[in-house]
């Protein structure tokens, strides 16, 4: 059986590592959808596909289980957003989202959508991991490890923190 997952992965945080390897455990193979490819270099999304890519790959490396990581762009229609998500990655059974829009246009395509368990949403959150980076305080034990490495090479807090200032 394969399965399905998409996330912006803004970044890749312990949450999302912890729901992967729970997965792991119920599919023979899983696609993870880098979602939101296009953007990248906003505060909402700092990293690039690419970035993400490196994030999770590195990751992943350190388990045993077979994955996909198949960057996929927005498209301004939902309707249509599921056979588009068929035709850029291999067949899957199984899709799991916690995001009512990803569930609500699979199960209307007729596939079986499970919510994952959330891991300590507070502080597993991009949206916290960002804000701490911003701030300057402790965000490195939010994230697998490979993953605080490849932030550090592409210099993302800084990056976070020039996209932050209005002017220079
Ligand atoms: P996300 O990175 O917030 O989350 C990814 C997954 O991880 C979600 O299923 C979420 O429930 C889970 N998760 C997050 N934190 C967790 C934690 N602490 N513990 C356990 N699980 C946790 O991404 P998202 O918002 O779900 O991504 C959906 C993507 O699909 C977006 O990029 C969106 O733009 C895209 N999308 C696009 C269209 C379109 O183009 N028309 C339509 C629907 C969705």
Redesign the pocket.
Known sequence: MRGF??????P?????L??VKKISKEVDELII?????Q?SHTLDNPFTAGERIMMITKTLNNFDFSYYVIP???????AV?VS?VEALTPPFDIV????S??KE?FEERGYMVK???????K????TEIRRRMLNGEEWEHLVPKDVAEVIREIKGVERLIRLSEKDY
């Open positions: 997952i998409i996330g912006r992965f803004q890749f945080h312990n949450g999302h912890n729901v959808g880098i979602g939101s490819a953007k996929i762009k927005d498209i301004e229609f939902n957003w588009y799991y989202s916690g995001n829009l990803v246009l919510k994952p368990e959330m891991f300590n949403r502080e597993y959150s991009g």
